[in-house]
């Protein structure tokens, strides 16, 4: 498999696995129409979270193969107000940040390390309208 939709997916499910997003749709770039899919998505239930590859940086730009290079990844939470009023975007972004937290601490007490670096977040002024959308910007080291 695609390394980078593996990333995707294991940040999809460390979301997915905290209680706040039972039942929330998060679509990774796995999907071959992640736009239609969104909207579909929206519709329905008014929440949901797009998890993208950003960009990559290789670490040590003197090192010999293998590469490593750290990742960022963007995890879009999308909020339609009008179709959803239980939720909130900034809700659903404390709570993707506390599920992230939680998984690093877990992989810190076994393992001395943090799978996941949290670079930080931004309100998404140039949403589609009606939609409140916040990124949430992390980033992870991948090892060819």
Known sequence: ????????????????????????????????????????????LGLCVVITTARGQRLGDDEPAPAVLTEEL??????????ESAYTALDAL??????????????????????????????VEDAPAGLVTHHLRVSTPLRF
């Open 74 to 83: 963007t995890a879009a939470i999308i909020h339609n107000p009008l179709m």
């Open 1 to 44: 498999m695609n390394p980078f939709i593996q990333l995707q997916n294991q940040l999809r499910d460390v979301i997915a696995a905290h209680e706040y997003f039972a039942g929330v749709p998060i679509l990774t770039e796995e999907l071959a129409n992640i736009e239609s899919k969104l909207d579909i998505e929206l519709a329905k």
């Open 94 to 123: 404390a709570e993707a940040i506390a599920a992230i937290e939680a998984e690093n601490h877990q992989h810190l007490v076994a393992t001395a390390t943090c799978p996941w670096r949290i670079l930080g977040h931004d309100f």
